[in-house]
């Protein structure tokens, strides 16, 4: 039943380390999302796609980028980890209009 | 763009009596307000939504009102249970609009003690 799947459930990597995030959705939504999610922060939007190999930024992409290959998944990848940006990532997925909107059970990334 | 402000960021209610989350938007062109749940360890899931043409939905004990002219919107839940224990967070954004992001709301930890 599970229609949004990012790869990893807990991650831990070095400091420096280049760091791929990804997600899957089977439900042929064009748009999709990545998020963090910090304590008091909320989700807050890094990068977003509404079709192959299209990306917006988000609210906070420094230090992120995201690529867009095929129509069912979007990647997320930290250039070069920081311990700033140990937190946990939710994907999400929707339809063109928005309808339809679905996270992704999310990865918590532990950088050391 | 779209800014949402939710308040409060923590709730505890006894089991039984009510809790009443509230968000304002700020862009007057979103049409579509859904409220997510959160529960620990897991993916925030939809839980009900508005349109703007609508003034109030119900399912159950979930209630969710919106005031257009005011730009706000709120999340009832009746007899609360603890199961209902969770992060709450409200949303909008402009449905049919390609490239639409949702904007979330910061989130609300609600605590229902037995």
């Known amino acids: 039943d599970v229609k949004v799947t990012q790869s990893s459930r807990y991650l831990v990597k070095r400091t420096g380390e280049k760091v791929f995030l990804e997600c899957v959705q089977d439900?042929?939504?064009?748009?999709m999302f990545w998020y963090r999610q910090d304590p008091g922060l909320g989700l807050r939007l890094i990068y977003f796609?509404?079709?192959?190999?299209?990306?917006e930024k988000g609210d906070i992409p420094e230090g992120y980028s995201v690529s867009r290959e095929k129509k069912e998944r979007f990647s997320l990848i930290l250039e070069s980890a920081s311990t700033n940006q140990t937190s946990m990532y939710l994907c999400?997925?929707?339809?063109?209009?928005?309808?339809?909107?679905?996270f992704g059970s999310g990865t918590r990334l532990t950088v050391v | 763009g779209e800014n949402v402000e939710q308040h409060p960021s923590t709730l505890s209610v006894q089991e039984g009596d009510s809790a009443v989350i509230k968000c304002t938007y700020s862009?007057?062109?979103?049409?579509?307000f859904p409220w997510y749940k959160q529960e620990l360890g897991k993916r925030p899931q939809l839980i009900i939504d508005?349109?703007?043409?609508?003034g109030e939905k119900k399912d159950q004990r979930i209630a969710v009102t919106l005031n257009k002219t005011a730009k706000h919107f709120s999340l009832h839940i009746t007899e609360t249970q603890p199961e209902d224990s969770a992060v709450y967070f409200c949303?909008?954004?402009?449905?049919?609009?390609?490239?639409?992001?949702?904007?979330f709301g910061t989130g609300t930890s609600l605590t229902v003690i037995p």
């Open positions: 999400a997925s929707s339809l063109r209009e928005g309808v339809g909107y679905t």
């Open positions: 439900m042929d939504h064009e748009n």
């Open positions: 796609s509404y079709d192959v190999k299209m990306k």
């Open positions: 862009d007057s062109a979103s049409n579509y």
């Open positions: 508005i349109r703007s043409n609508v």
């Open positions: 949303a909008a954004t402009r449905l049919g609009w390609t490239g639409n992001q949702f904007y």
